[in-house]
C-alpha cells in the first residue's frame, strides 16, 4: 500500500479570484471537422464563477497532488472547488485535514464512524478521529483541468 495521497497543495479564495469575462455559451455541439459557430446560434453568456461558485464567501479552489483520487476523475494538477458551507455527507468528496495536511478523499459512514476513502486500491481507508487532528475542511462541489 502507498503512504502518498492525494494532498492540497494550494488554496485560493473566490472573493478574491479575478471576475472571469463572460464568454458566449453555444447550443450546437462541437463538430470534429473545421466549422466554427455563429453568432445566431449563441445560447447566453456564461461566467464560470456563475458555474461553479455558489456560496462566494464560503468558496475556494485548490489544487491537488497525487494520484489517490483518480478512480473519481480527479488528477494531479487539476483545480477542484471547495464549498465550506456545504454539509458533508457519507459519498461525498470532501477536502478534510488529517494530522495538519489537507487531502482529499471520498467520506464514508459505517456505523458511527467515518473514513476518507481513496479512489486508488493503492491506499488505505483512513479513520477521521476529531480528537486527533482530523476534520472535514469542505465539500468539493466542482473541478477544472487544463487539457493542453
Known sequence: MK????TV????PATHSKKLHSQPLYVSQPAAGFPSPGDDLVE????????????ESATFFVRVSGDSMEGAKIFDGDILVVD??????SGHIVVAAVYG??????????????????????YKPI??????GCFIWGVVTGSARVIL
Not at 503512504?3 to 492525494?6: A, S
Not at 465550506?84 to 455527507?89: D, K, M, P
Open 84 to 89: 465550506r458551507s456545504v454539509e458533508a455527507r
Open 127 to 132: 479513520q477521521i478521529d476529531e480528537t486527533e
Open 44 to 55: 447566453k453568456a456564461l461566467d464560470l464563477n456563475d458555474l461553479l461558485v455558489e456560496n
Open 101 to 122: 495536511e489537507l487531502v482529499v478523499k471520498r467520506l464514508l459512514s459505517k456505523g458511527n464512524k467515518l473514513f476518507l476513502i481513496s479512489e486508488n486500491d493503492q
Open 3 to 6: 503512504e502518498k495521497t492525494t
Open 9 to 12: 497543495l494550494s488554496v485560493f
